[in-house]
């Protein structure tokens, strides 16, 4: 199974890009599938997820500037991203499992499948 994300990129702050994570060996379409972020210096954070139900998750603080969609015929999740702040800096990596619930949809150690991340860098 491998995931690649990809779409980061060098942004001005108020800017947008779209993240993708395509699957290879694996269908999504049973899956939760989300994103964390680590900026350098710092911990892992849980960004947004989609589960197999179509439920998504956000983090409260990319509430109204970031929306996570799927396309499962191909095998993608999306992660569009508005309104970028420099703090948004960080590489951004996709996650999935199929034993993530919405009680565990944070945690990283759940999600049994990592892609390499993509780095997203907010210029002020």
């Known amino acids: 199974v491998q995931l690649q994300a990809f779409g980061g990129g060098l942004v001005q702050a108020g800017g947008s890009l779209r993240l993708s994570c395509a699957a290879s060996?694996?269908?999504?379409?049973?899956?939760?599938v989300g994103w964390f972020r680590q900026a350098p210096g710092k911990e892992r954070e849980f960004v947004s997820a989609?589960?197999?139900?179509?439920?998504?998750h956000y983090a409260d603080f990319v509430k109204g500037r970031f929306t996570i969609t799927r396309d499962n015929a191909k095998n993608t999740v999306y992660l569009q991203m508005s309104s970028l702040k420099p703090e948004d800096t960080a590489g951004y990596y996709c996650?999935?499992?199929?034993?993530?619930?919405?009680?565990?949809?944070?945690?990283?150690?759940?999600?049994?499948?990592w892609g390499q991340g993509t780095l997203v860098t907010v210029s002020s």
């Open positions: 060996g694996r269908t999504f379409r049973s899956d939760t």
């Open positions: 989609i589960r197999w139900t179509g439920s998504t």
């Open positions: 996650a999935a499992g199929d034993n993530v619930t919405s009680t565990t949809v944070t945690m990283s150690r759940i999600y049994q499948y």
